[in-house]
């Protein structure tokens, strides 16, 4: 079983950009769902509650792991370059820094405008208007209340090919209100991954071990430190459950649990396929063995952190058996664990097929406290429809670029 501090320095440093780019494609599982269920008013209430709900807690505990702890632009836009909602080079964020406190950035390619404009403006204007105002100021509270992302220009696009896609202005003014703490975050402060402890970055490791000092143009994953890549992974991967545990508050606001229940399982199946056949493509060069099997589950951030999951994937000589606790911090905090725990196993097929379709669940069993799932070779199993879905997002075979070194960003006058 490869662990995520035994994964190696290179393939951390290509699991953290797809980690980021799964958390974005989340909605692209779970919102196709929600316009079934509430129309697609109810969807973008929902999706506005969800990161309401868990970006601050995320970008906090992302600035407390690296070391971001100033309040100015250049410290948002550095939380934003790690944000789950802005995948690097998906969502191409372009900073502007012209002071402390002023700035703006534009997104040169958003792959989620990409992805909404075929569905016409009514849902463009949803994303980029509806659910990005209360958002963007949801985030930019974990730097300072006193800031204000605005919109210079945003879609739908005039003319239809316009591009940069949109431009936003940064200001902080100390003389101005300080927005508050939505009410939809408070829940997710309480629950356990809000204050999960995870693995403690070495500062003595090679390579960079926080975020300090300038802002850079493109972060390089693979500058910082294998203690450092770690951390992030699983930093990331809090903030897949802080996402679904704000998905599933919101949704339960608008219908009962076992109505509520079948969306979140939704989600989950769509996510977890996804995202298992890019790590099986990115890390381990498409193989489909067992030990491939069992390592895609081992970093896939759907089923992690261990620390806060217990998921563990073990391959044996001619299968794969995982482990999951019925009684986790996962488990209580009500989400996703909770489905599997209670075996609804979906989602872990849904995994496992990526990898190869012969890969299907042989049995599963209670031993002790947890819940055992065990995985063997059978005909193969087409994909579901909950993947197929997510396929509809360019995220879906999207390909990240070398850019070379990372470069400071200069101070530049607007």
Known sequence: MTTLIGLGHARLARLVPESLLSGQLIDRSGMAHLITAFGREGMTQVAIEEWMAASPVYTGRMRAALGIDGDGVEDMFKCLQLDIGAPPQFMDFRFRITDRYHGAFVLDHCGALLDVEPMGEDYVTSMCHDIEDPTFDATAIATNRRARIRPVHR????????????????????????LPLPRVTEPVLETRAASVVLSPIDPADEGRSDYRGPLVEDLVFAEFSSSALVRIAEEVAVAHQLLAIGFQLSVLRRTDPASADDILARQLVGIAGITAERLAAALFDGRSDART?????????????????????????????VRIPRTSAAVEDGAWMRLLAEGRLDALQAA??????????????VDGDDLVVDFGRGDPLPESGEVAIVRFSGGSDFTFADRGPSRPLPLTVL
């Open 155 to 178: 879609p739908p696009r005039m003319p239809a090919d316009r591009t940069p896609h949109c431009e936003w202005t940064v200001t902080i003014e100390p003389d101005r209100e300080e």
């Open 293 to 321: 099997l069992a390592d895609v589950l081992s970093v896939h951030p759907v089923f992690g952190p261990v620390q806060y999951t217990g998921v563990v994937a073990r391959a044996g000589d001619d299968g794969v058996s």
């Open 352 to 365: 496992a097929t990526a990898v190869d379709p012969t890969w299907v669940i042989a049995d599963s069993r």
